[in-house]
Structures are given as structure tokens and as C-alpha cells.
């Protein structure tokens, strides 16, 4: 019979290594908390501010947890190589890999430029494709498989007028792990989604510093409210768990009911 994990011990992490890129701040940051405080060692990649990176890792040992940070920018696939083989050689093995950092422009497609299209794709997509195939060969290659959970968007299906280039990247992290969940299922690899709709986080700054803009975006939301951080972050724990054992190449979402608002016209 298959073992099916018992309800608490699935959402337990003891010993599991993950990986949180764009982890020292918003969503990612609620990750490494979340996770670092269910017994997982976690690997901390950032961009920028080492100094909230040595917070986080000091907030995480104190929850009794253990987490190292590597500055390793996803846009550069060399730095992405480094971080896998970073949290190899600190822990020994990759059993998450969380593709959480990401950027948007809000531009039309009449006004995108090159550069803006090239930035978010490199960070939301190229980075995503390719920390899914270094962490994946690094998870097929020490026997034991692993799980890439991707921090997509309601976006990756629901259209934002106004921020193309993102809505692109995300509909492509839509496919990426819809083909690559079923191209690795019999590798012992599975890849989920997690689509959050409106959170409060710094990408979200200049919405919630427009109390105009932030009641229209709060009236859209059946739930009413931004989420926080965390309310997206424990979703990502349980899929992190045993407990998840059977999900691949899909995307679940926590957005308050957005991505379903109608007015009842
Ligand atoms: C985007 C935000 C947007 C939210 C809800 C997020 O993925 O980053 O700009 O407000 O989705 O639409």
C-alpha cells in the first residue's frame, strides 16, 4: 500500500533543504520564515541589502531553525549555478527549490521598451526556467527527487491591462511548469504553482501609497483586503511537505477570490 503521510507529520520540514530566491524580502522573506520555523534548512538567495539577509538568517535561528544567504542574482545564470552548488555544499542536497523573485514594470505594450521586456524576462521567466533545470538535474542526480514550487501570479492567467511584459513572463512559468511537471513527474520531480493575487509587499508599493487605487483594488477582491505575506507563505509550506505528495504540473491560488470578481451584472 502506499504510504500516505499522517496529517500533521506532512506539514512537518525537519531536515529538508529549500531553496527561496528573492528571499530576504515580501513573499520570499514570509517563506524563509514560515519554513525556517517547521525545521527546514534554508538557503536565502538575495540581490541586494546583505543587511536584512543577516537579520532574516539571525529571525530564523531564533525560531530554531538554520539558514545560510547567498547574493546570487537570478538573471545571470552563472549565479544561479553558484547558488545550487552553495546550498549543496552547505546542506548536501536541494529538496525545494523555490522560484519566488520577481519584478514588473506596469507597461503597456505600447510603451514597453526592450530593455524593460528583456529585465522582467530574465529575472520572471529565464531565471525560472533555468533554476528549475540546474535544481532539477541537482535533485535527479542524488536519488532522492524534489519538489520546485514556482511563485507565479493569478496573472499567469488573468490579464493585467497595463503590465504586459509581466503577464507574458507569468503565462510562460504557466506552461514551464505544466510541460516540465509532466516531463520530470517519472524523476521523482514535481513542480507546482502558487499564484497569489494582490499582496503587500513592496512590488504592490505604489498601489497602497494611492488610497484611491488601493480601495478600487480592495472593492475587486471578494475577500476585500490585500493579503499578507504570510497568508501565501503557509500555502507554500504545506506544498513544500509530504503532505503534497501527489500535486504536479498545476497551480493553486490564494487570491481572495480576484481572479472570480464579477459585479453580478
Ligand atoms: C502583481 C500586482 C497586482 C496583483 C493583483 C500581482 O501579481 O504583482 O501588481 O496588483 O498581482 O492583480
Redesign the pocket.
Given at each position: 500500500m502506499t504510504q500516505v503521510p499522517h496529517a500533521l507529520a506532512s506539514l512537518c520540514l525537519q531536515d529538508k533543504v529549500i531553496v527561496v530566491t528573492g528571499g530576504n524580502s515580501g513573499i520570499g522573506k514570509a517563506i524563509v520564515e514560515v519554513v525556517g520555523s517547521l525545521g527546514a534548512k534554508v538557503v536565502i538567495d538575495y540581490r541586494s541589502h546583505p543587511e536584512r539577509t543577516e537579520e532574516l538568517i539571525d529571525e530564523v535561528g531564533e525560531l530554531g531553525g538554520r539558514s545560510i544567504g547567498v547574493q546570487a542574482d537570478v538573471s545571470k545564470l552563472e549565479d544561479l549555478q553558484q547558488l545550487i552548488d552553495t546550498a549543496v555544499q552547505t546542506f548536501g542536497k536541494i529538496d525545494v527549490m523555490v522560484n519566488n523573485a520577481g519584478i514588473?514594470t506596469r507597461t503597456s505594450i505600447l510603451d514597453t521598451s526592450p530593455e524593460d521586456f528583456d529585465n522582467v524576462m530574465n529575472v520572471n521567466l529565464r531565471g525560472v526556467f533555468f533554476a528549475t533545470q540546474y535544481a532539477a538535474k541537482q535533485m535527479i542526480s542524488q536519488g532522492s527527487g524534489g519538489r520546485i514550487i514556482n511563485i507565479s501570479?493569478?496573472?499567469e492567467d488573468w490579464p493585467?491591462p497595463n503590465?504586459t511584459p509581466?503577464c507574458v513572463a507569468k503565462g510562460g512559468v504557466r506552461m514551464l511548469t505544466r510541460t516540465a511537471g509532466v516531463e520530470l513527474a517519472d524523476k521523482g520531480v514535481s513542480i507546482v504553482n502558487v499564484g497569489?493575487?494582490?499582496v503587500a509587499t513592496p512590488?504592490?508599493d505604489s498601489?497602497m501609497n494611492d488610497p484611491e487605487l488601493l480601495a478600487k483594488?480592495n472593492a475587486a477582491i471578494p475577500i476585500g483586503r490585500m493579503a499578507q505575506p504570510a497568508e501565501i507563505a503557509s500555502v507554500v509550506a504545506f506544498l513544500a511537505g509530504n503532505g503534497a505528495s501527489y500535486m504536479t504540473a498545476t497551480s493553486v491560488f490564494a487570491d481572495g477570490g480576484?481572479m472570480m470578481s464579477s459585479p453580478g451584472l
Amino acid at each position: 500500500m502506499t504510504q500516505v503521510p499522517h496529517a500533521l507529520a506532512s506539514l512537518c520540514l525537519q531536515d529538508k533543504v529549500i531553496v527561496v530566491t528573492g528571499g530576504n524580502s515580501g513573499i520570499g522573506k514570509a517563506i524563509v520564515e514560515v519554513v525556517g520555523s517547521l525545521g527546514a534548512k534554508v538557503v536565502i538567495d538575495y540581490r541586494s541589502h546583505p543587511e536584512r539577509t543577516e537579520e532574516l538568517i539571525d529571525e530564523v535561528g531564533e525560531l530554531g531553525g538554520r539558514s545560510i544567504g547567498v547574493q546570487a542574482d537570478v538573471s545571470k545564470l552563472e549565479d544561479l549555478q553558484q547558488l545550487i552548488d552553495t546550498a549543496v555544499q552547505t546542506f548536501g542536497k536541494i529538496d525545494v527549490m523555490v522560484n519566488n523573485a520577481g519584478i514588473e514594470t506596469r507597461t503597456s505594450i505600447l510603451d514597453t521598451s526592450p530593455e524593460d521586456f528583456d529585465n522582467v524576462m530574465n529575472v520572471n521567466l529565464r531565471g525560472v526556467f533555468f533554476a528549475t533545470q540546474y535544481a532539477a538535474k541537482q535533485m535527479i542526480s542524488q536519488g532522492s527527487g524534489g519538489r520546485i514550487i514556482n511563485i507565479s501570479s493569478v496573472h499567469e492567467d488573468w490579464p493585467m491591462p497595463n503590465n504586459t511584459p509581466y503577464c507574458v513572463a507569468k503565462g510562460g512559468v504557466r506552461m514551464l511548469t505544466r510541460t516540465a511537471g509532466v516531463e520530470l513527474a517519472d524523476k521523482g520531480v514535481s513542480i507546482v504553482n502558487v499564484g497569489p493575487g494582490a499582496v503587500a509587499t513592496p512590488i504592490n508599493d505604489s498601489t497602497m501609497n494611492d488610497p484611491e487605487l488601493l480601495a478600487k483594488l480592495n472593492a475587486a477582491i471578494p475577500i476585500g483586503r490585500m493579503a499578507q505575506p504570510a497568508e501565501i507563505a503557509s500555502v507554500v509550506a504545506f506544498l513544500a511537505g509530504n503532505g503534497a505528495s501527489y500535486m504536479t504540473a498545476t497551480s493553486v491560488f490564494a487570491d481572495g477570490g480576484i481572479m472570480m470578481s464579477s459585479p453580478g451584472l
